[in-house]
């Protein structure tokens, strides 16, 4: 009941967001800009925020999942093509990175009618998805922020799943993940895929399924498939871009050391950009070049270096440890460049203080990442890892 309450809410103030964004009202004009600041300096840095408990309790609000379960009953049924099914994380964070690309090259972010309009594609594109194909086909591929949502649930407090596993495996009842937005079964969880909607949590009729807490530092390398390796990089690679377009803003006054990186990631777009090349193809090897030639070649580097230092474990090994423990580094590297929008607009301190805050966060992302890569080391010493 509480959680219908909330979705509505939440979808009312989505929409007044975009109606205010679209509004050329003189008498309103100055509240416009309520859209962007509840889009780039709220919702997103919120987002982030609520993912040290879980990401994942957006999703039990989500205005996108309403608006697909809403026009899912009119849907005409297709089946998801078998390619985007069988990588479905990957597809995406694909759709993520073209969404996020589309932000940064148009500076969407700039105007509330841009920021309004995307909001508003998003809804049409949500409601579309659910049309065309077949129910629960929204969250488990076609969510624009289900790859990262799936990437980053590694990170939080609270997890939902059997608080007897045995219990689950042994009861008759079939009908508890009938209504499953992502068509899990209760035995399936805790899954990274789970939406927090809680239809299983009701159906169960022992009371099996809880919310409970769990060490995020406790997850271990595991076999992953060659989609969800890419679907790590491709967030590295956002990460990263996101970051070095920030670390002069972040530098300590007088400093440009922190540029160096920077130089090194743009050397060969520099170069291309003298030659005169196409302005969109331009744009669009960008896109490739920050997003995944820059994080393939950086992830693929350290793991050949770590095979050649810890030759007896695999290069699969090495490159499944690494994409697993580089994800609290990753998290940490959205949440500081996220977190710095609401303190540039609301903290009027000492900038050094903001910078500090910053670089923590950072420290205890590469931290936690360290721990984490070390510890699955201790974990598996015979480097049998297969792929």
């Avoid at 509505?8 to 309520?34: A, C, Q, R, T």
């Avoid at 508003?120 to 065309?132: E, G, P």
């Avoid at 160096?260 to 896109?287: A, E, H, R, T, V």
């Avoid at 030759?311 to 690494?322: A, C, E």
């Amino acid at each position: 009941m509480v959680r219908n309450i909330l979705q509505k809410l939440i979808l009312f103030l989505f929409i007044i967001v975009i109606v205010l964004g679209l509004s050329d009202i003189k008498s309103i004009s100055e509240f416009n800009y309520l859209t962007n600041y509840a889009v780039w300096y709220i919702w997103w840095p919120f987002m982030m925020v609520i993912s040290l408990l879980s990401i994942r309790f957006w999703c039990m609000v989500c205005p996108l999942r309403t608006i697909s379960e809403l026009y899912s009953k009119y849907s005409f049924g297709l089946r998801i093509p078998k390619i985007m099914y069988k990588y479905k994380l990957l597809s995406m964070v694909l759709i993520f990175m073209i969404l996020h690309a589309t932000v940064v090259t148009l500076a969407i972010d700039r105007l509330p009618i841009t920021t309004a309009i995307y909001l508003l594609v998003l809804l049409q594109y949500s409601a579309l998805m659910a049309l065309i194909f077949k129910k629960k086909s929204f969250c488990s591929v076609f969510c624009p922020l289900g790859g990262i949502m799936y990437i980053f649930s590694r990170v939080g407090l609270i997890k939902l799943g059997p608080n007897n596993k045995n219990q689950c495996h042994s009861c008759n009842n079939k009908t508890c993940g009938e209504n499953c937005p992502v068509s899990l079964s209760p035995q399936e969880l805790p899954s990274e895929f789970c939406v927090f909607c809680t239809n299983c949590m009701k159906s169960c009729s022992k009371n099996n399924i809880v919310f409970y807490r769990e060490n995020p530092l406790k997850y271990r390398s595991r076999v992953m498939g060659k989609g969800e390796i890419l679907s790590i990089i491709i967030l590295l690679g956002i990460a990263i871009t996101e970051f070095v377009e920030r670390l002069e803003e972040m530098a300590v006054p007088g400093g440009n050391w922190n540029l160096i990186p920077g130089k090194i990631i743009g050397f060969i777009p520099d170069k291309l950009s003298q030659i005169g090349i196409n302005p969109y193809g331009f744009k669009m090897f960008l896109i490739v070049w920050d997003y995944l030639i820059i994080p393939l070649f950086v992830v693929f580097t350290l793991t050949v270096i770590l095979r050649v230092i810890l030759f007896r474990k695999s290069f699969i090994y090495h490159l499944n440890n690494l994409a697993t423990s580089i994800v609290p580094l990753i998290f940490a590297i959205f949440l500081a460049v996220l977190i710095n929008y609401p303190l540039t607009l609301f903290y009027t301190g000492p900038g050094l203080v903001r910078k500090v805050i910053l670089l923590m966060l950072l420290l205890l992302g590469l931290i936690a990442s360290l721990y984490i890569f070390f510890r699955n080391l201790l974990y598996d010493p015979t480097g049998q890892t297969k792929i």
